[in-house]
Structure formats: structure tokens, C-alpha cells
């Protein structure tokens, strides 16, 4: 395997060039050379430790020590580019280091930003840092894992010989016979037909061994995958469904998360979709809800699966039979009705794309995978150091991550802050205590004491008394830059605390305007970060934290809360997510 390790370009003598222009030349077919050397040399370890040796000398003149010490200290101390992290894993492989793995992954992320610097750290070669992982774990008996660094190598270069034929021996290696055949077609349609004879002679080998007589190949490499199926064990079979264009959906939802025994229960096939009308054909090998995916050509991840689902007209999937749920015992009810409500995402997609344009809908993966947690009741939860979340409603990778954010990364709070005291004065004006009512999250979320009040300005996008809210309202309709979501005065009691808890939303952000209070007795702890109030002032926070409230004075707390979306969703996005909201008001209805 190792002599498919690394593509080695040949250097080329050229014209002579300033040294400072032939230096970068001299570095890359130096580090070029100790590849090479991997495959060619009678005495591997001395001839690329000498090799290396002058390609420090160039790189990273003045480090004393011996080559893998200088090698790892660069890397350490960030100092070095995604070439150093290639060599120190050259020396680790010599070696048989154990941390061998984890160098090639720590080189796949690293893109150099100045041009030039360094061969492997340009965006270009990052298939082939993917390739070199790939490589080495195939050589260390873990072909699966393999498999799936292949197919990310390929995902940055569709059409890379090489992943594609050491992708086709790992395949080989877990029994995936038609996989190994595929990745070989598609290596053939790329190389040149002199490097080709190898392959269709393996690739004749794994037809005949192992689909013979069930799959042929024709003569220009084309691979048609037909629905068939194949025992595994006595509960697993094999099937494989093919759509003859990308654009047809295969309409199967999988949970997110994975079972325990493995795999991922298949919670709906849709109707009209390629497996709805696939199974309606095959009914003895029909695909049910309930049913256990173990793999997708191999993956076995949810997004492993998903990626093949969205890019592959033929999908080889391996499913477990699962029994059916039993019914609850007497006296138990099960309440699903709030996540079928949600599951309703799909009825949003037509919406976005009609204001939107066709395909916007397609653009909701986030979402959708959001709303797959919410079906299957899986609560976002992770430590951090800066303290514990919890989400039931979660966006991925929506930054910043911190309890309390930047209020430079929101211009609109200057202006804000700027009215605190007309809005203070207008708050003293309606004071009236008919006007306030319990918290939003009062019935659900006990960590609200029971005298915890608020009074309402935006409410389900409705301005709630803009004649008696005049300067409230006006202040909050002329900002710019925010998408608010709810406003509403809150008032808490003195020598009153609220309990830790989360809000369950990390699509929504909330801020506090402090109007009226005892300073230095009023504070908010978010995560493991505390802050007190001050009067004029605002704070930001993602209260997917675990956070809490103390008011220790002898007088009531008022601050306005308004709760806006996350900038970092997209306008398809934050529509997606209002019109579930809508669906589910109208479902309550």
C-alpha cells in the first residue's frame, strides 16, 4: 500500500532564477525527494532523515536538535507549515510512532495563507493530504476509517486516481466487492489508457470474485448499479437503489443519532420518493420505518450517509430488521404530539422556495438535521469550559460560542443604550400591575419564581401596545443590523433568585437593557461567568448556557429583554425556523 502512499511530481530542471525565487523550488523537491525516498531507498531512515536534514536547512534555518526534535517543536509551537507536519509524519512513519495518525489528521487542517511558504499547504493539496491520512490508516488495519478520509479526499478533487484506487483496495479488504468496482471504473475514466492495465485486470479479478454473474462491467468502465439484495446475517440484508438522475430524492429520514447496538432507525420513507417507489416493487425487501441503517456505500455515519444519499445515483445500503416498538403499559401515555408538529419542517420547504426560488429549500440542512434532534427527542448537551449547554432547539455551528458575547459585534447596542432613560421613563409610567403576566417559559420551567413577571412589546412578530410602548416601540423598530424575535419589559422581585436553567434555543440570542435597579446587589450568571448590572447598560448572552438571576436588594430588578436571531443563521434559515413556529400555532389552534 505504501507505494500508493504519495504522488510524487518530478522537478524539472529550469532557467536560472533569483535566489530568492529558487529557494521555495530547492525546499518542495527536497521534501519531494525524502517521499520518495519512502519507497526506493535500501536504507529509508538515513537517507530521509539526510534528505530532511537539508530541507530544515532551507525551511527553518538556525533549529538545533536532531530532526524529528525540530520537526515536533515546530509543530508545538506553531511555528511550522503544513509541509513540517508532513515531514515530522514521514519520520513518525519510519519509526512506527503511535501518534502517526494524528499528525497526518493535524496536516490535513492546516492551509498555509502565504503562497508559496510551503507544497503541501495550498488548498489545492488538500486531497492529497487526505490521500497520505488515508494511507496511513489503511496501513494500520483500520480500512473503514480509510474509506471515509478516501471519499473527503475526493469530495476536494472528484477525480483523483489515486484516492479512487486506494480507495478500491480498502473496499476490497471489508468485502465490498461493488465498491471496489466502482471506485476502479472511476479511476479508469480518468487515467491515461497507458496506467490503465493494472487496473482492469484487478478490476476483472473483483467481478469475477465478487459479483459474478450478478453485475457486469462494460468495456467503458460504466458501473450500473441494479436494485438486488444480499444476506449478511440472519437480520441484516443488503439492497441496492439507484435513481437515474441527482435531482430525484431518495426520501428516506434516518435519526440523527446512532442506536446503540449501531446504526441509525429509519424514521419515515416519503411518499413519491425513489425508496416509497422502490419498496412498492419489492415488497418482500422493502425498506420500513423502524428499520436499522447500518451503512450507505460503507459510511456509517449520519453525515457519512447522508453525503451519499445527496451525491450518488447508485446507494448500497445495509439495513437491520428491528422489531416493532411495543406498546406502552397500562396507565403510561406517550406524547409525541410536539415533535410530529415539528416533523411538518417539510411543509416550510415549499414556502421558502416560493419566496426564495426553487432549490432554496435545499439550502436547510442545518435545519433539517435541527428538527431531526426535536423528532427524536435528542437534547443538545455538551461541557465546555466555560460551561454546560443545553439545547433541544440547536443550530450547528453558530459562532460565537460564550456565554456572553461582544457588544462591538453588535453596532446596534450604542443605539440602543443611547434611549435607556426615555425608556426607563416610559416603563415608570405602566407600572400598573394588571399590565404584567407570567413569563413565557412559566408553565414549563419551574426555575422562574412565581412573582417573576413581564410585560410584553413584540410578541409572535405583533407590536403588543405601540400607543402605550410609543417610545419603546419606536426605538426598537429604527434599529439596524438585528432581527428581533421578542421584546418585553421583566421585573424581578427583591431578595429573589432564579434557579439555573437553559433557554433551549441557541438560534436566538437575548440581551438585557438595564433601566432600574441596585447596583452591585443585581446580577446574571451565564455558564461559569458572572456580571452584575448597571443601570444604562447592556449585556449579551447565549442562554443555552446553564445560567441564573439573584436580585439581593431590598427593591425590584427591571431590565428590557429583547431576544433577536442569530446573525449567523441565513435569511432561508431564520424564514424556515418562523414558519415552523407558525405551523405549530396553527397546529395548537
Not at 530547492?26 to 519507497?39: D, E, F, T, Y
Not at 448499479?225 to 438522475?245: F, G, L, Q, Y
Not at 451503512?295 to 448500497?316: A, D, I, P
Amino acid at each position: 500500500m505504501f507505494q500508493h502512499l504519495f504522488e510524487c511530481t518530478s522537478v524539472f530542471e529550469r532557467p536560472a532564477e533569483p535566489e530568492s525565487a529558487a529557494q521555495p523550488l530547492r525546499q518542495h523537491a527536497l521534501l519531494l525527494k525524502a517521499i520518495c525516498l519512502l519507497n526506493e531507498s535500501s536504507d529509508a531512515e538515513a537517507d530521509i532523515s539526510e534528505c530532511l536534514e537539508k530541507w530544515l536547512q532551507l525551511a527553518h534555518p538556525g533549529e538545533a536538535g536532531s530532526v524529528v526534535e525540530r520537526l515536533q517543536r515546530l509543530k508545538e509551537e506553531g511555528k511550522g507549515t503544513a509541509d513540517t507536519v508532513v515531514a515530522l509524519g514521514l519520520m513518525q512513519l519510519l519509526q512506527s510512532q503511535e501518534s502517526l495518525v494524528n499528525t497526518f489528521a493535524d496536516a490535513v487542517i492546516l492551509d498555509d495563507l502565504k503562497e508559496g511558504d510551503s507544497f503541501f499547504g495550498t488548498q489545492q493539496r488538500r486531497a492529497t493530504r487526505w490521500n497520505m491520512l488515508g494511507a496511513v490508516l489503511a496501513n494500520r488495519g483500520q480500512p473503514e476509517k480509510a474509506i471515509s478520509v478516501w471519499r473527503q479526499a475526493l469530495q476536494c478533487q472528484p477525480h483523483y486516481p489515486r484516492a479512487l484506487v486506494n480507495m478500491a483496495m480498502s473496499q476490497l479488504k471489508c468485502g465490498d466487492f461493488l465498491g471496489a468496482c466502482a471506485s476502479q471504473a472511476k479511476a479508469l475514466k480518468v487515467l491515461p489508457p497507458w496506467a490503465t492495465e493494472e487496473i482492469w485486470q484487478q478490476l476483472e479479478k473483483d467481478r469475477l470474485e465478487g459479483y459474478k454473474g450478478k453485475e457486469e462491467i462494460s468495456q467503458d468502465s460504466q458501473v450500473e448499479a441494479k436494485a438486488s439484495e444480499k444476506v449478511v446475517t440472519n437480520d441484516e440484508t443488503e439492497v441496492i437503489i439507484s435513481r437515474e438522475e441527482i435531482s430525484q430524492k431518495f426520501g428516506m429520514m434516518i435519526d440523527v443519532e446512532p442506536l446503540e447496538d449501531g446504526g441509525h432507525r429509519i424514521s419515515d420513507i416519503r411518499e413519491g420518493g425513489i425508496v416509497d417507489l422502490w419498496n412498492k416493487q419489492n415488497d418482500t425487501l422493502a425498506l420500513r420505518v423502524n428499520d436499522v441503517l447500518m451503512s450507505v456505500n460503507g459510511m456509517s455515519t449520519f453525515e457519512g450517509m447522508m453525503e451519499q444519499f445527496k451525491h450518488q445515483l447508485s446507494c448500497q445500503l445495509k439495513r437491520r430488521r428491528r422489531p416493532a416498538p411495543q406498546p406502552p403499559a397500562e396507565g403510561l401515555k406517550e406524547d409525541d404530539s410536539e415533535a410530529k408538529k415539528e416533523a411538518a419542517e417539510w411543509e416550510r420547504k415549499k414556502i421558502i422556495d416560493s419566496e426564495f426560488g426553487s432549490g432554496a429549500g435545499e439550502r436547510l440542512g442545518r435545519i433539517e438535521k435541527m428538527y431531526h434532534r426535536v423528532g427524536s427527542n435528542d437534547i443538545f448537551q455538551e461541557e465546555l469550559p466555560t460551561g454546560r449547554r443545553l439545547a433541544p432547539g440547536y443550530v450547528e455551528n453558530l459562532m460565537p460560542v460564550c456565554p456572553f458575547h461582544d457588544l462591538k459585534d453588535h453596532p446596534w447596542c450604542a443605539e440602543l443604550k443611547k434611549h435607556w432613560k426615555q425608556i426607563r421613563q416610559e416603563l415608570k409610567k405602566n407600572l400598573d400591575e394588571s399590565l404584567w403576566t407570567p413569563g413565557a417559559y412559566q408553565k414549563s420551567n419551574e426555575a422562574y419564581g412565581k412573582d417573576w413577571k413581564i410585560m410584553g412589546v413584540l410578541t409572535e412578530d405583533k407590536w403588543q401596545d405601540p400607543e402605550r410602548f410609543k417610545v419603546t416601540t419606536g426605538v426598537l423598530k429604527q434599529l439596524q443590523g438585528i432581527k428581533p424575535f421578542e421584546a418585553f419589559f421583566a421585573k424581578m422581585p427583591p431578595r429573589t433568585t432564579i434557579a439555573p436553567h437553559s433557554d433551549n434555543l441557541n438560534y436566538v440570542l437575548t440581551s438585557h437593557l438595564a433601566l432600574e435597579l441596585e447596583e452591585g446587589k443585581c446580577s446574571i450568571t451565564v455558564g461559569n461567568e458572572e456580571k452584575y448590572w448597571k443601570e444604562g447598560e447592556m449585556v449579551i448572552l447565549d442562554t443555552t448556557f446553564i445560567h441564573s438571576t439573584k436580585n439581593e436588594s431590598s427593591r425590584p430588578r427591571y431590565v428590557l429583554v429583547l431576544r433577536f436571531w442569530h446573525p449567523g443563521l441565513t435569511e432561508e434559515e431564520r424564514r424556515a425556523i418562523h414558519v415552523s413556529h407558525m405551523i405549530l400555532a396553527r397546529a395548537a389552534q
